[in-house]
């Protein structure tokens, strides 16, 4: 299996090497401003502790006063939305045990806003994927499908 360039490194389980990345956000309820000093420490905690039970890999991450920032590289058995309800859910389950204030200002047992953001990310661009896969084929294209090749082989 081929690099798309020198700098890509890429993750490996068992049974598949990956490079899936993605940056997800996502705010606190009503948008409130408590993600800071002791409270932001243990949801930074939390988060690191869920992402590392998954094998997520935090490229970099922020947490904002109200929002959530994470640029993460997961594995190709877990989807976004998984990780973002794992995330989501534990952070906020434990919050309000742990945090007093919190239970009193998200009297809806909810810390979270519904729904996220998230984009895919890499180090290589569409065009270069299509051109890597373009290279592959060591035959004409079939006839009328150029954007799927297959192979002839003897």
Avoid at 37 to 58: F, H, M, N, P
Avoid at 89 to 97: F, I, V
Wanted: proline share 2%; glycine share 8%; with cysteine.
């Amino acid at each position: 299996m081929g690099k798309y360039n020198g700098s890509m490194s890429y993750r490996k389980t068992a049974h598949s090497v990956y490079d899936l990345k993605y940056h997800i956000v996502w705010i606190t309820k009503y948008p409130k401003a408590i993600l800071h000093g002791v409270i932001g420490l243990r949801v930074r905690e939390l988060i690191k502790q869920t992402c590392a039970s998954l094998d997520v890999y935090i490229e970099k991450g922020h947490v904002s006063k109200d929002h959530i920032h994470l640029l993460v590289s997961v594995p190709p058995n877990l989807s976004v939305s998984e990780l973002v309800k794992r995330l989501k859910g534990q952070s906020s389950r434990l919050m309000l045990q742990e945090f007093g204030e919190l239970r009193r200002a998200f009297w809806g047992r909810h810390l979270w806003a519904r729904g996220y953001f998230a984009a895919s990310t890499g180090n290589v661009t569409d065009e270069m994927v299509a051109d890597y896969i373009e290279k592959q084929a060591q035959q004409e294209l079939e006839a009328g499908d150029e954007t799927f090749s297959v192979t002839d082989e003897l």
